[in-house]
Structure formats: structure tokens, C-alpha cells
């Protein structure tokens, strides 16, 4: 069975930075379409960015282009997400998610492996 475990949040003043990862295990990791969702307070989940398994698809939310960074380490099995210019709104859970397809990535329902979530925070 598919685990995943994300690792990196914390609290950070507007403007810094944070880098999140993602560990893989109990699947080959290359073969998996992997992204990140984020659930603020009072708000639906929606999708920051994703890849797809082969690394030649990348899609990103606007909010957050520009700012951050999607990547993955085919031999250290894990995903990374590099937040950069941090801002108030982007304070959330984030989910790491994965999928053998590689289609419809921005699509929460795509995902069959959800993390448990690390919580990102964000001050003014």
C-alpha cells in the first residue's frame, strides 16, 4: 500500500521561504503522477501543483506561479515543493497526493493517495 509523508512546514514571516517534501513508500515512485493540495482555514481544498509521472507535465495553480516550485527525486523517492515569496493566504494544510494516471492532475478527485498533511503558516 502507497504511504506518504510530508515533511517541511512550519511558521514563516511574509515573504520567506519553506521547501516541503514528500516520502514515498510501498510503490515505485516513478510510477506515480504526484502533486500538492492545500486546505486553508474554512476553505475547500484546492490544488497548488502537480506532475506527472514522467516529469514532462507540470501544471500550477495561478496563485502560485512564480512563487513556487514543483520537483521530484526519482532516486530518493520524494516529491518537493519550494514555496517561495510567502504570503498570509497561502497559510494551509498542504497535501501531498499521488496517482498511477497522468491525466486531469488538477483534479482533486484524481487522487488515490492522499498524505496526512503538513500545516503551513504564514505571518504578516
Known amino acids: 500500500q502507497v504511504q506518504l509523508v510530508e515533511s517541511g512546514g512550519g511558521l514563516v514571516q511574509a515573504g520567506g521561504s519553506l521547501r516541503l517534501s514528500c516520502a514515498l513508500s510501498?510503490?515505485?515512485?516513478?510510477?506515480?503522477?504526484m502533486g500538492w493540495f492545500r486546505q486553508g482555514p474554512g476553505e475547500e481544498r484546492e490544488i497548488v501543483a502537480a506532475?506527472?509521472?514522467?516529469?514532462?507535465?507540470?501544471y500550477y495553480a495561478d496563485f502560485v506561479k512564480g512563487r513556487f516550485a514543483i520537483s521530484r527525486d526519482n532516486a530518493k523517492n520524494t516529491l518537493y515543493l519550494q514555496m517561495n515569496s510567502l504570503k498570509p493566504e497561502d497559510t494551509a494544510v498542504y497535501y501531498c497526493?499521488?496517482?498511477?494516471?497522468?491525466?486531469?492532475?488538477?483534479?482533486?478527485?484524481?487522487?488515490?493517495?492522499w498524505g496526512q498533511g503538513t500545516q503551513v503558516t504564514v505571518s504578516s
Open positions: 506532475q506527472n509521472w514522467s516529469g514532462t507535465s507540470t
Open positions: 497526493v499521488a496517482t498511477p494516471e497522468d491525466t486531469y492532475l488538477s483534479q482533486l478527485w484524481r487522487y488515490r493517495f
Open positions: 510501498g510503490g515505485t515512485f516513478s510510477s506515480y503522477s
